[in-house]
């Protein structure tokens, strides 16, 4: 069997560009999925850009104004003790069938139950870390200080646990 000698440069060359191709494969595969940023530029005079600036101060004052406003309808209720059900047998017995007390179905990301004496039926609240909730349902161990989320699914109730977070009344 004759032996084949590659020339040391030709070697070099097959080494380079494999290396070449391997970083490419790893660059497609890390930025896969991710947009590319666009920048565009435009030429504008000086007065333009001051009418610009302007705008943008403008823009930005209304925001915190609104962000004010949001932060000003909120008034802290403290800290609450809550917990999770669904709509199964195990979470409401006899009363597993969907419904809220207040008649309403019964939905993820808007029904709450609470004490109704301390946050009566219709109140908006904001969670901390939850969000908006809507009062439309009541329970048995849910008495004061305490609020029980709706889950349509039972894991997901149990996954929540009991947490103690801070509540405000959405005003």
């Known amino acids: ?27 497609w ?11 565009e530029y435009k030429i ?16 930005e004052n209304v925001e915190n104004k609104l962000q004010n406003k949001l932060e000003k309808s909120k008034v802290s209720l403290g800290e ?17 069938d969907g419904f809220t007390t207040s008649g ?8 709450i139950a609470a004490d109704w004496s301390v946050l009566p039926e219709g109140t908006i609240i904001y969670i901390e870390g939850i969000g908006e909730r809507v009062v439309q349902d009541t329970g048995g161990a849910i008495k004061g ?18 947490q103690d977070l801070e509540v405000w009344e959405v005003k």
């Open 80 to 96: 609450y003790k809550v917990t999770a059900y669904c709509s199964c047998e195990k979470c409401c017995g006899k009363w597993a």
């Open 29 to 39: 595969i890390v930025n896969a999925g991710k947009e590319e940023l666009k920048v």
């Open 44 to 59: 504008m005079t000086e007065q333009e850009y001051q009418d610009y600036e302007e705008e943008f101060k403008r823009s």
């Open 145 to 162: 200080k305490r609020l029980d989320l709706y889950f349509e699914n039972h894991q997901d109730a149990l996954n929540f646990g009991v």
């Open 1 to 27: 069997m004759k032996k084949v000698r590659i020339h040391p440069f030709r070697l070099l060359s097959i080494w380079l560009l494999t290396i070449l191709i391997a970083i490419m494969a790893t660059s």
């Open 104 to 111: 309403d179905k019964a939905t993820e990301g808007i029904t």
